[in-house]
């Protein structure tokens, strides 16, 4: 029996995906659950398992083609598999979502009312990577007009999807350099990213306030105990989790950097989601320690490690990404001495870290070397005025150079 | 003994008649329809768009092989001759086969077919004299679609052999070697051209400084340089002051429209198409109480009832164009009305479609009425003498225009001139019920080699980017 493999969810807010990569090509054998396909969404990169047992039949969307929740990909011809249950019917791809633009001929696109598209309303919603369910038809029987998507595209807010490209077009380039030059392709990553980014910065008012650490009691309690801690944890005891710690009590005392805008309210999470970004090949990636403030040292410092693994592996998927509520990014791994982070939207703040460089510092007028850190506090101004911008930053510095205040709450 | 109460009674067995007739009977209604006429069908086959169109094919084909144009194709013919009587008998033949073909429909959805002029008598009671079927007739509603007659102007008066109306110009018993057309709406012109093919000298006298009042400039224009070439003769902003008829001809008096010196023309005959008026004389309105409008057509509202409840009324004794289409969906719309559905007529696009050759073909608003009404508009032309299949067919002259909406270029008016131009246009008329885009109409396969492919290419022009001009 023939399944069609199809485009599963993808997370929230995520509404399309590229076909990166076919893992299994067509005449192929795959096991049940087997991946066939990875797909690159606005934020990751997964992978679509085969439904059953089978071979790889034909492959609808080819790579890089752009596909919607519930597209579909390929079809499994079910293998021979006595011992096996027969699974249910096919899955049935959801009414609302345009075929992929590799498809083959007799692509019926559906509207919310399963209508076919018109021509110019097929290539509007494929050019610009909409989801015809969401737009109010106006024609016959609620037909999509060319009319209807060109209003919802001038009235929809920037999207993910919105132009990442600058307005100004390119300046030619002398005929010696433009020889010399390579054109590539952003990848979807890449493009949301950059919206992202882009996005970030002309919503909030945003600004950093900068503090620097003496790592050293940190260090020490490290070098003492990190043995003892690995044995006991199976986990290694790195900084991050102190960090994570430092901040939640900060995020505590200062609840506004733990808070969102949304129109004119401002939402106080009571909770604390903290997202620690780690590198990946494509990109970076922000998982979410979720509930952090419920966690231990050890549990936290054990997510983190996970996630550092996962991500190597892009493995990180957009439910580990969702909800954070403040971010701490390390740039010192890199070699970054100071920074200016930007906002991971729609968070108020996010902590820089930096690299460990051993100073001169003055302490009870004397000079001594000691193992510094330069921390940034990027912050949205609009809900956090700079004196708890400070002091937020003060706390943390205050906490991380004297860990015996995370454990007495002081 | 024959029926005599009906759930409906149409008056009236033109295509806005017969057709509701017909569409009534489909929907379970027990329905009669009287026409005072022996054949059916009303003025548009016995009188009108019927045997116009024969003879506009036949003099076509006359003027092909008399006039030279075979030998391109390497076709010699010899000496051609008319034998008008044969062309007519032809015509009439036609004319009878639908006329037939029409009652053939009746008996077949069980349409009662009574001859006879009706008078509404009282609320449901049609009463017929004259005629075959003449007696008492009730009703439970009553469908007046009682059609036009060709209008005069004062001081004409239509005799039907020297000075003639459509009706009277559609069977001429000899060419005239000069016909005059007073009026260039599309039946003058129609007629004019059917005439001079057949080797009359034609003149066509209008009021208005254009031809064909009410379409689109451009194509009024280009029409008119064509019909020029083909040896028509035009005198615009004229006006007809009077006519006499005599045994060898007509005299007119005409004089510029707005004032000057008379002049005197003679012709051996003219038509009069200087439009047509409602034909409800006879039917008793007054007497039932059924409202006018200030144009003398019947007044009636969104449900096609007149003023006088289950009085209704279609076609062209109502308000809008007077076109055989229109009367039809007129009367589809009424009787599904009837019937507790929802009957609806779009007379944003009714097509207008002159059969002269090359055919002219418009749907929706002219550049005029967009300008007017203030909506900016892109515009894209394609002529035909770009198109292959045009080109091969040796129908080279005209072009397809088409209008959309700057800001969602949903097309808002196509205008044709060309070969099968009143054919072609319905690719439009479909596409502009969706509310279709010209992108729309841009991006769909259009066969090759067809003449509609000037459509996809006009489409194509709106955006500026048409492959084959």
Redesign the interface.
Same mark, same amino acid.
């Given at each position: 029996m023939a399944i069609e493999i199809t485009v599963p969810t993808l997370g929230e807010s995520v509404a399309d995906a590229t076909v990166a990569r076919w893992i299994k090509k067509t005449g192929d054998a795959v096991a049940a659950d087997e991946p066939v396909v990875e797909l690159e969404t606005d934020k990751v990169t997964l992978e679509v398992p085969a439904p059953a047992a089978g071979t790889l039949g034909e492959i609808i969307a080819a790579e890089g083609a752009n596909v919607e929740v519930g597209a579909s990909l390929a079809i499994l011809n079910e293998g021979a598999a006595p011992a096996t249950p027969a699974p249910e019917a096919a899955p049935e791809a959801a009414p609302a979502a345009p075929a992929p633009t590799a498809s083959a001929p007799a692509a019926i696109l559906a509207t919310a009312s399963d209508l076919p598209l018109?021509? !110019? #309303?097929r &290539?509007l919603v494929e050019e610009n990577n909409l989801n015809p369910a969401a737009i109010r038809g @106006?024609? #016959?029987d609620g &037909?999509l @007009?060319? !009319?209807d998507v060109? !209003?919802h595209m001038k009235g929809a807010s920037a999207t993910p999807a919105a132009t990442v490209a600058s307005a100004a077009p390119r300046q030619t380039p002398r005929p010696e350099d433009a020889a010399r030059e390579e054109r590539v392709p952003m990848s979807k990553l890449r493009q949301v990213i950059a919206t992202r980014l882009k996005t970030a910065q002309n919503t909030a008012a945003m600004l950093t306030t900068f503090n620097e650490v003496d790592m050293s009691a940190l260090m020490t309690m490290r070098a003492d105990y990190r043995q003892e801690f690995e044995a006991a944890y199976g986990t290694r005891l790195g900084f991050m989790g102190m960090f994570v710690l430092a901040s939640i009590q900060a995020l505590q005392d200062f609840p506004a950097v733990n808070a969102e805008i949304d129109g004119t309210d401002i939402i106080y999470k009571n909770y604390y989601n903290i997202g620690v970004a780690v590198g990946t090949p494509q990109g970076l990636v922000v998982p979410v320690v979720r509930d952090a403030g419920a966690m231990n040292l050890a549990a936290i410092e054990s997510q983190i490690a996970d996630f550092g693994d996962r991500a190597r592996n892009g493995k990180i998927t957009p439910d580990d990404m969702a909800g954070g509520t403040f971010t701490i990014s390390n740039g010192g791994v890199y070699g970054s001495l100071m920074s200016t982070p930007i906002l991971n939207p729609p968070q108020s703040g996010i902590l820089g870290m930096h690299k460990i460089e051993k100073r001169p510092v003055v302490i009870d007028d004397q000079v001594v070397i000691r193992p510094m850190m330069y921390l940034a506090l990027s912050y949205d101004h609009r809900i956090i005025d700079g004196r708890e911008a400070v002091s937020f930053l003060a706390r943390i510095k205050e906490l991380v150079e004297d860990p015996r205040r995370l454990v007495l709450g002081v | 003994m024959s029926e005599t109460a009906f759930d409906l009674i149409v008056i009236g067995a033109g295509p806005g008649g017969y057709v509701a007739a017909i569409r009534a009977a489909q929907l379970g209604m027990k329905v009669a329809c009287v026409d005072r006429r022996e054949s059916l069908g009303g003025t548009c086959l016995n009188v009108g768009c019927i045997p116009s169109k024969a003879l506009l094919n036949a003099s076509e084909h006359y003027a092909e092989a008399a006039g030279g144009g075979l030998a391109a194709l390497g076709i010699s013919v010899g000496s051609v001759k008319l034998d008008l009587p044969k062309m007519m008998q032809g015509k009439d033949e036609i004319v009878g086969s639908l006329t037939g073909g029409i009652d053939f429909l009746f008996k077949k959805n069980k349409v009662t077919r009574l001859q006879g002029q009706a008078r509404i008598d009282g609320p449901g009671k049609v009463t017929l004299t004259d005629g075959k079927d003449k007696g008492s007739y009730t009703a439970e509603k009553i469908l007046i679609a009682s059609g036009s007659h060709a209008s005069s102007l004062p001081g004409i008066e239509i005799d039907e052999t020297r000075i003639v109306s459509s009706t009277g110009a559609l069977a001429l018993p000899k060419v005239p070697k000069k016909l005059i057309v007073i009026g260039a709406g599309y039946i003058g012109l129609e007629l004019g051209t059917v005439w001079a093919r057949l080797g009359a000298e034609v003149e066509v006298i209008e009021f208005l400084p254009r031809i064909l009042p009410g379409m689109d400039d451009e194509i009024a224009k280009k029409f008119m340089a064509i019909a020029k070439k083909q040896g028509l003769k035009f005198r615009l902003k004229t006006a007809v002051k009077a006519a006499s008829s005599g045994k060898s001809g007509v005299t007119l008096t005409v004089a510029p429209a707005d004032g000057g010196d008379e002049e005197t023309i003679k012709a051996d005959v003219a038509l009069v198409a200087v439009g047509r008026h409602p034909a409800t004389d006879g039917l008793g309105l007054e007497e039932a109480g059924v409202a006018m409008t200030g144009r003398g057509r019947i007044r009636v509202d969104a449900r096609f009832e007149t003023s006088v409840e289950d009085i209704y009324a279609i076609g062209d004794v109502i308000d809008g164009p007077m076109l055989a289409h229109k009367a039809e969906e007129d009367g589809v719309a009424a009787v599904e009305i009837m019937a507790g559905q929802a009957g609806h007529v779009d007379y944003e696009l009714v097509p207008g479609i002159v059969y002269t050759a090359p055919e002219v073909a418009t749907l929706g608003k002219s550049e005029e009425a967009l300008k007017e009404a203030g909506i900016a508009y892109n515009k894209g032309s394609f002529p035909f003498s770009a198109n292959s299949r045009a080109r091969a067919q040796g129908h080279a002259d005209g072009f397809v225009k088409i209008l959309a909406d700057a800001e969602t270029d949903r097309v808002l008016g196509v205008h044709i001139i060309g070969h099968e131009a009143g054919t072609i246009i319905h690719e439009c008329a479909t596409a502009m019920a969706f509310g279709a885009s010209s992108e729309d109409i841009a991006r769909t396969c259009h066969g090759h080699p067809t003449l509609n492919e000037a459509v996809k290419e006009a489409a194509l022009a709106v955006d500026g980017r048409a492959i084959h001009m």
């Amino acid at each position: 029996m023939a399944i069609e493999i199809t485009v599963p969810t993808l997370g929230e807010s995520v509404a399309d995906a590229t076909v990166a990569r076919w893992i299994k090509k067509t005449g192929d054998a795959v096991a049940a659950d087997e991946p066939v396909v990875e797909l690159e969404t606005d934020k990751v990169t997964l992978e679509v398992p085969a439904p059953a047992a089978g071979t790889l039949g034909e492959i609808i969307a080819a790579e890089g083609a752009n596909v919607e929740v519930g597209a579909s990909l390929a079809i499994l011809n079910e293998g021979a598999a006595p011992a096996t249950p027969a699974p249910e019917a096919a899955p049935e791809a959801a009414p609302a979502a345009p075929a992929p633009t590799a498809s083959a001929p007799a692509a019926i696109l559906a509207t919310a009312s399963d209508l076919p598209l018109s021509p !110019a #309303v097929r &290539r509007l919603v494929e050019e610009n990577n909409l989801n015809p369910a969401a737009i109010r038809g @106006t024609g #016959v029987d609620g &037909r999509l @007009t060319k !009319a209807d998507v060109l !209003a919802h595209m001038k009235g929809a807010s920037a999207t993910p999807a919105a132009t990442v490209a600058s307005a100004a077009p390119r300046q030619t380039p002398r005929p010696e350099d433009a020889a010399r030059e390579e054109r590539v392709p952003m990848s979807k990553l890449r493009q949301v990213i950059a919206t992202r980014l882009k996005t970030a910065q002309n919503t909030a008012a945003m600004l950093t306030t900068f503090n620097e650490v003496d790592m050293s009691a940190l260090m020490t309690m490290r070098a003492d105990y990190r043995q003892e801690f690995e044995a006991a944890y199976g986990t290694r005891l790195g900084f991050m989790g102190m960090f994570v710690l430092a901040s939640i009590q900060a995020l505590q005392d200062f609840p506004a950097v733990n808070a969102e805008i949304d129109g004119t309210d401002i939402i106080y999470k009571n909770y604390y989601n903290i997202g620690v970004a780690v590198g990946t090949p494509q990109g970076l990636v922000v998982p979410v320690v979720r509930d952090a403030g419920a966690m231990n040292l050890a549990a936290i410092e054990s997510q983190i490690a996970d996630f550092g693994d996962r991500a190597r592996n892009g493995k990180i998927t957009p439910d580990d990404m969702a909800g954070g509520t403040f971010t701490i990014s390390n740039g010192g791994v890199y070699g970054s001495l100071m920074s200016t982070p930007i906002l991971n939207p729609p968070q108020s703040g996010i902590l820089g870290m930096h690299k460990i460089e051993k100073r001169p510092v003055v302490i009870d007028d004397q000079v001594v070397i000691r193992p510094m850190m330069y921390l940034a506090l990027s912050y949205d101004h609009r809900i956090i005025d700079g004196r708890e911008a400070v002091s937020f930053l003060a706390r943390i510095k205050e906490l991380v150079e004297d860990p015996r205040r995370l454990v007495l709450g002081v | 003994m024959s029926e005599t109460a009906f759930d409906l009674i149409v008056i009236g067995a033109g295509p806005g008649g017969y057709v509701a007739a017909i569409r009534a009977a489909q929907l379970g209604m027990k329905v009669a329809c009287v026409d005072r006429r022996e054949s059916l069908g009303g003025t548009c086959l016995n009188v009108g768009c019927i045997p116009s169109k024969a003879l506009l094919n036949a003099s076509e084909h006359y003027a092909e092989a008399a006039g030279g144009g075979l030998a391109a194709l390497g076709i010699s013919v010899g000496s051609v001759k008319l034998d008008l009587p044969k062309m007519m008998q032809g015509k009439d033949e036609i004319v009878g086969s639908l006329t037939g073909g029409i009652d053939f429909l009746f008996k077949k959805n069980k349409v009662t077919r009574l001859q006879g002029q009706a008078r509404i008598d009282g609320p449901g009671k049609v009463t017929l004299t004259d005629g075959k079927d003449k007696g008492s007739y009730t009703a439970e509603k009553i469908l007046i679609a009682s059609g036009s007659h060709a209008s005069s102007l004062p001081g004409i008066e239509i005799d039907e052999t020297r000075i003639v109306s459509s009706t009277g110009a559609l069977a001429l018993p000899k060419v005239p070697k000069k016909l005059i057309v007073i009026g260039a709406g599309y039946i003058g012109l129609e007629l004019g051209t059917v005439w001079a093919r057949l080797g009359a000298e034609v003149e066509v006298i209008e009021f208005l400084p254009r031809i064909l009042p009410g379409m689109d400039d451009e194509i009024a224009k280009k029409f008119m340089a064509i019909a020029k070439k083909q040896g028509l003769k035009f005198r615009l902003k004229t006006a007809v002051k009077a006519a006499s008829s005599g045994k060898s001809g007509v005299t007119l008096t005409v004089a510029p429209a707005d004032g000057g010196d008379e002049e005197t023309i003679k012709a051996d005959v003219a038509l009069v198409a200087v439009g047509r008026h409602p034909a409800t004389d006879g039917l008793g309105l007054e007497e039932a109480g059924v409202a006018m409008t200030g144009r003398g057509r019947i007044r009636v509202d969104a449900r096609f009832e007149t003023s006088v409840e289950d009085i209704y009324a279609i076609g062209d004794v109502i308000d809008g164009p007077m076109l055989a289409h229109k009367a039809e969906e007129d009367g589809v719309a009424a009787v599904e009305i009837m019937a507790g559905q929802a009957g609806h007529v779009d007379y944003e696009l009714v097509p207008g479609i002159v059969y002269t050759a090359p055919e002219v073909a418009t749907l929706g608003k002219s550049e005029e009425a967009l300008k007017e009404a203030g909506i900016a508009y892109n515009k894209g032309s394609f002529p035909f003498s770009a198109n292959s299949r045009a080109r091969a067919q040796g129908h080279a002259d005209g072009f397809v225009k088409i209008l959309a909406d700057a800001e969602t270029d949903r097309v808002l008016g196509v205008h044709i001139i060309g070969h099968e131009a009143g054919t072609i246009i319905h690719e439009c008329a479909t596409a502009m019920a969706f509310g279709a885009s010209s992108e729309d109409i841009a991006r769909t396969c259009h066969g090759h080699p067809t003449l509609n492919e000037a459509v996809k290419e006009a489409a194509l022009a709106v955006d500026g980017r048409a492959i084959h001009m």
